[in-house]
Protein backbone atom coordinates (compact mmCIF):
# COMPACT_ATOMS: atom_id res chain seq x y z
CA UNK A 1 0.00 0.00 0.00
CA UNK A 2 1.27 3.39 -0.61
CA UNK A 3 1.81 5.65 2.03
CA UNK A 4 0.42 8.92 -0.11
CA UNK A 5 -2.77 9.62 -0.97
CA UNK A 6 -3.35 10.26 -5.26
CA UNK A 7 -4.57 13.19 -6.96
CA UNK A 8 -6.26 11.88 -10.66
CA UNK A 9 -6.20 14.76 -13.59
CA UNK A 10 -9.28 13.70 -15.05
CA UNK A 11 -12.80 12.93 -14.14
CA UNK A 12 -13.76 11.20 -17.44
CA UNK A 13 -14.20 7.05 -17.73
CA UNK A 14 -10.39 6.64 -17.70
CA UNK A 15 -10.68 8.40 -14.13
CA UNK A 16 -13.24 6.20 -13.02
CA UNK A 17 -11.69 3.37 -14.23
CA UNK A 18 -8.09 4.38 -12.34
CA UNK A 19 -9.83 5.07 -9.21
CA UNK A 20 -11.12 1.34 -9.37
CA UNK A 21 -7.56 0.41 -9.64
CA UNK A 22 -6.79 2.54 -6.70
CA UNK A 23 -9.22 1.40 -4.58
CA UNK A 24 -8.60 -2.46 -5.39
CA UNK A 25 -4.61 -1.68 -4.32
CA UNK A 26 -5.89 -0.26 -0.98
CA UNK A 27 -4.43 3.55 -1.97
CA UNK A 28 -6.73 6.38 -1.00
CA UNK A 29 -7.37 9.02 -3.43
CA UNK A 30 -7.45 12.29 -2.30
CA UNK A 31 -9.48 13.86 -4.82
CA UNK A 32 -10.31 14.35 -9.05
CA UNK A 33 -9.08 17.09 -10.72
CA UNK A 34 -10.68 18.27 -13.84
CA UNK A 35 -11.22 21.28 -15.98
CA UNK A 36 -14.79 20.71 -16.88
CA UNK A 37 -15.89 23.69 -14.43
CA UNK A 38 -19.79 22.00 -14.48
CA UNK A 39 -18.35 18.93 -12.89
CA UNK A 40 -16.87 20.92 -10.35
CA UNK A 41 -18.39 19.74 -6.43
CA UNK A 42 -19.87 16.17 -8.00
CA UNK A 43 -18.72 13.38 -6.57
CA UNK A 44 -17.07 9.82 -7.71
CA UNK A 45 -17.79 7.01 -5.32
CA UNK A 46 -17.77 9.52 -2.94
CA UNK A 47 -14.41 11.01 -4.33
CA UNK A 48 -14.84 14.79 -4.89
CA UNK A 49 -13.88 16.76 -7.95
CA UNK A 50 -12.60 19.47 -6.06
CA UNK A 51 -10.92 22.29 -8.90
CA UNK A 52 -9.47 22.38 -12.23
CA UNK A 53 -5.90 20.73 -13.14
CA UNK A 54 -3.81 23.63 -12.97
CA UNK A 55 -5.64 24.92 -9.18
CA UNK A 56 -2.48 25.11 -6.98
CA UNK A 57 -4.73 24.99 -4.21
CA UNK A 58 -4.44 21.48 -4.64
CA UNK A 59 -1.28 20.89 -6.69
CA UNK A 60 0.56 22.22 -4.25
CA UNK A 61 0.67 19.25 -2.48
CA UNK A 62 2.15 17.13 -4.85
CA UNK A 63 4.94 15.55 -4.27
CA UNK A 64 5.01 16.65 -0.07
CA UNK A 65 1.72 15.29 1.15
CA UNK A 66 0.17 14.07 -2.30
CA UNK A 67 0.89 11.61 -5.38
CA UNK A 68 -0.85 12.38 -8.67
CA UNK A 69 -1.86 10.43 -11.57
CA UNK A 70 -3.11 11.50 -15.12
CA UNK A 71 -6.04 10.08 -16.71
CA UNK A 72 -6.60 11.99 -19.39
CA UNK A 73 -7.68 10.19 -22.47
CA UNK A 74 -6.30 13.18 -24.95
CA UNK A 75 -2.75 12.80 -26.04
CA UNK A 76 -1.82 15.84 -26.23
CA UNK A 77 -3.83 17.19 -22.85
CA UNK A 78 -2.32 14.32 -20.85
CA UNK A 79 1.42 15.48 -22.09
CA UNK A 80 0.85 18.68 -21.24
CA UNK A 81 -0.12 17.76 -17.49
CA UNK A 82 2.57 15.42 -17.70
CA UNK A 83 5.17 18.58 -17.89
CA UNK A 84 3.38 20.66 -15.66
CA UNK A 85 4.10 18.32 -12.81
CA UNK A 86 7.62 17.36 -13.91
CA UNK A 87 8.60 21.53 -14.48
CA UNK A 88 6.26 23.24 -12.10
CA UNK A 89 6.37 19.94 -8.97
CA UNK A 90 9.56 18.32 -9.67
CA UNK A 91 7.41 14.95 -9.96
CA UNK A 92 6.40 12.29 -12.92
CA UNK A 93 2.69 10.62 -12.44
CA UNK A 94 2.59 7.10 -10.57
CA UNK A 95 1.66 4.30 -11.81
CA UNK A 96 -1.91 2.73 -11.87
CA UNK A 97 -1.95 -1.20 -12.27
CA UNK A 98 -4.36 -3.06 -11.51
CA UNK A 99 -4.05 -5.99 -9.13
CA UNK A 100 -5.34 -8.42 -12.07
CA UNK A 101 -2.47 -7.25 -14.35
CA UNK A 102 0.94 -9.71 -14.76
CA UNK A 103 3.88 -7.64 -15.50
CA UNK A 104 6.67 -9.51 -15.63
CA UNK A 105 9.58 -8.84 -12.94
CA UNK A 106 12.07 -8.45 -16.07
CA UNK A 107 9.95 -5.99 -17.59
CA UNK A 108 11.06 -2.11 -18.13
CA UNK A 109 8.12 -0.05 -16.43
CA UNK A 110 8.39 3.93 -16.79
CA UNK A 111 6.07 6.47 -15.12
CA UNK A 112 2.43 7.00 -15.32
CA UNK A 113 1.49 4.02 -16.89
CA UNK A 114 -2.50 2.78 -16.41
CA UNK A 115 -2.87 -1.04 -16.74
CA UNK A 116 -6.37 -2.78 -16.70
CA UNK A 117 -7.11 -5.78 -15.64
CA UNK A 118 -6.03 -8.53 -17.59
CA UNK A 119 -3.11 -6.48 -18.70
CA UNK A 120 0.19 -9.07 -19.75
CA UNK A 121 3.55 -7.50 -20.03
CA UNK A 122 6.28 -9.78 -21.00
CA UNK A 123 9.24 -10.58 -19.76
CA UNK A 124 12.07 -8.17 -20.90
CA UNK A 125 9.26 -6.12 -22.41
CA UNK A 126 10.10 -2.23 -22.29
CA UNK A 127 6.97 0.30 -21.57
CA UNK A 128 7.42 3.93 -21.70
CA UNK A 129 6.11 7.18 -19.71
CA UNK A 130 2.45 7.87 -19.87
CA UNK A 131 1.06 4.40 -21.46
CA UNK A 132 -2.33 3.67 -21.41
CA UNK A 133 -2.53 -0.20 -21.89
CA UNK A 134 -6.33 -1.46 -21.72
CA UNK A 135 -8.35 -4.13 -20.20
CA UNK A 136 -6.49 -7.54 -21.50
CA UNK A 137 -4.28 -6.35 -24.00
CA UNK A 138 -0.89 -7.72 -24.25
CA UNK A 139 2.62 -7.13 -24.83
CA UNK A 140 4.57 -9.81 -25.17
CA UNK A 141 8.20 -10.54 -24.24
CA UNK A 142 11.11 -8.08 -25.77
CA UNK A 143 8.04 -5.87 -27.05
CA UNK A 144 8.92 -2.28 -26.91
CA UNK A 145 6.59 0.67 -26.36
CA UNK A 146 7.68 4.39 -26.83
CA UNK A 147 6.13 6.93 -24.61
CA UNK A 148 2.59 8.00 -24.84
CA UNK A 149 1.70 4.68 -26.26
CA UNK A 150 -2.43 3.85 -26.25
CA UNK A 151 -3.12 0.27 -26.92
CA UNK A 152 -6.95 -0.65 -26.83
CA UNK A 153 -8.60 -3.53 -25.59
CA UNK A 154 -8.06 -7.19 -26.33
CA UNK A 155 -4.68 -5.93 -28.70
CA UNK A 156 -1.86 -8.27 -28.76
CA UNK A 157 1.62 -6.36 -29.37
CA UNK A 158 3.75 -9.76 -30.52
CA UNK A 159 7.31 -10.27 -29.05
CA UNK A 160 10.03 -8.06 -30.29
CA UNK A 161 7.80 -5.45 -31.79
CA UNK A 162 8.83 -2.18 -31.38
CA UNK A 163 5.99 0.92 -31.31
CA UNK A 164 7.71 4.26 -31.09
CA UNK A 165 5.81 7.37 -29.27
CA UNK A 166 2.43 8.63 -29.40
CA UNK A 167 1.22 5.32 -31.35
CA UNK A 168 -2.63 4.64 -31.18
CA UNK A 169 -3.45 1.02 -31.10
CA UNK A 170 -7.36 0.18 -31.62
CA UNK A 171 -9.11 -2.31 -29.69
CA UNK A 172 -8.23 -6.32 -30.85
CA UNK A 173 -5.41 -5.45 -33.05
CA UNK A 174 -2.49 -7.89 -34.01
CA UNK A 175 0.99 -6.42 -34.26
CA UNK A 176 2.49 -9.84 -35.39
CA UNK A 177 6.44 -10.89 -35.47
CA UNK A 178 8.94 -8.45 -34.42
CA UNK A 179 7.33 -5.29 -36.58
CA UNK A 180 8.30 -1.27 -36.41
CA UNK A 181 5.21 0.76 -35.78
CA UNK A 182 6.94 4.81 -36.77
CA UNK A 183 5.74 7.87 -34.26
CA UNK A 184 2.64 9.02 -34.34
CA UNK A 185 1.22 5.63 -36.83
CA UNK A 186 -2.44 5.50 -35.85
CA UNK A 187 -3.99 1.19 -36.32
CA UNK A 188 -7.73 0.63 -36.61
CA UNK A 189 -9.76 -1.19 -34.49
CA UNK A 190 -9.33 -5.25 -35.37
CA UNK A 191 -6.65 -4.76 -37.90
CA UNK A 192 -3.81 -7.45 -37.73
CA UNK A 193 -0.66 -5.39 -38.87
CA UNK A 194 2.28 -7.86 -41.17
CA UNK A 195 4.05 -5.35 -42.03
CA UNK A 196 6.02 -1.79 -40.75
CA UNK A 197 4.25 0.84 -40.47
CA UNK A 198 6.14 4.25 -41.58
CA UNK A 199 5.41 7.09 -38.84
CA UNK A 200 2.18 9.35 -38.70
CA UNK A 201 0.54 6.40 -40.92
CA UNK A 202 -2.81 5.75 -40.28
CA UNK A 203 -3.57 1.66 -41.19
CA UNK A 204 -6.72 -0.76 -41.10
CA UNK A 205 -7.76 -3.87 -42.28
CA UNK A 206 -7.05 -7.37 -42.12
CA UNK A 207 -3.73 -7.43 -43.09
CA UNK A 208 -3.77 -3.63 -42.29
CA UNK A 209 -3.36 -1.42 -45.14
CA UNK A 210 -2.57 2.62 -45.01
CA UNK A 211 -5.62 4.58 -45.46
Do not use: W
Amino acid sequence: MMDNPVIIFGAGGLGKATLEIFQENEVVVYCFLDDDKRLHGQEIAEIGILGSMDDHGYTKFIGKKCDAFVALDDRELRKGVFKMLNDRRKVMPINAVHPKAMISGNAYISYGLFANAGVVIGSFAKVGIGCILHTNSVVDYEAQLGDHVQVGAGSVIHAGAKVEDNVFIGAGVTIAAPLEIGKGARIGAGSVVVENVKAGATVFGNPAKEV
